[in-house]
Antibody
Framework: EVQLVESGGGLVQPGGSLRLSCATS????????MSWVRQAPGRGLEWVGN????????NCVDSVKGRLTISRDNAKNSLFLQMNTLRIEDTAVYYC????????WGQGTLVTVSS | EIVMTQSPATLSVSPGERATLSCRAS??????LAWYQQKPGQAPRILIY???TRATGIPARFSGSGSGTEFTLTISSLQSEDFAVYYC?????????FGQGTKVDI
């Protein structure tokens, strides 16, 4: 059974940091680009960034460049999102997903940035 | 950045009726277009990719068409479980982008 389980979300103050994790199983994690996608409360979806199979290349949207960094540990089938200098507008549910086919998604973890 | 525009914002239909959802890209995305369904409190679920390929386990009443800048998702006969928000998504150019969604309700 394919599983992607995000963790690490919670309440953090503006300017703070948080590290999200995504533990995967049931598919060859190291063979796929992986992504983070977020959804602010009551809003649409935003693709945050992705990372190549071996971690040698990453892409992030301009709104998070320099603050959010994607990494992975293929030995542990895990994906990470390091979030620094958080802003109120980063409040969202964060999903990990394969970058395209086979289109696997996790259930998300909520990050709330508030004082 | 490629802007994806969906119409209508809300589509009111009855069970058994046909629903047609549109998605327009600000520039060509070839056929690198996917459709997702999302219900409240749930993660998005892939329905269609490469504009017209149904994902595994998706019923045949869902179909996708189009290429370039104009795309359509058709639900041939709405079932009660199909009332949800639908998003189109282009993965042809980085940054990948989504439409703002179409809510299908009764």
């Amino acid at each position: 059974e394919v599983q992607l389980v995000e963790s690490g979300g919670g309440l953090v103050q503006p300017g703070g940091s948080l590290r999200l994790s995504c533990a995967t199983s049931g598919f060859p994690f190291s063979s796929y680009w992986m992504s983070w996608v977020r959804q602010a409360p009551g809003r649409g979806l935003e693709w945050v960034g992705n990372i190549k199979e071996d971690g040698s290349e990453q892409n992030c949207v301009d709104s998070v460049k320099g603050r959010l960094t994607i990494s992975r540990d293929n030995a542990k089938n895990s994906l990470f999102l390091q979030m620094n200098t958080l802003r109120i507008e980063d409040t969202a549910v964060y999903y990990c997903a394969t970058s395209g086919w086979p289109w696997y998604w996790g259930q998300g973890t909520l990050v709330t940035v508030s004082s | 950045e490629i802007v994806m525009t969906q119409s209508p914002a809300t589509l009111s239909v009855s069970p058994g009726e046909r629903a047609t959802l549109s998605c327009r890209a600000s520039q060509s995305v070839s056929n690198n277009l996917a459709w997702y369904q999302q219900k409240p409190g749930q993660a998005p679920r892939i329905l269609i990719y490469t504009a017209s390929t149904r994902a595994t386990g998706i019923p045949a009443r869902f179909s996708g068409s189009g290429s370039g800048t104009e795309f359509t998702l058709t639900i041939s006969s709405l079932q009660s479980e199909d009332f949800a928000v639908y998003y189109c998504h282009q993965y042809n150019n980085w940054p990948w982008t989504f439409g703002q969604g179409t809510k299908v309700d009764i």
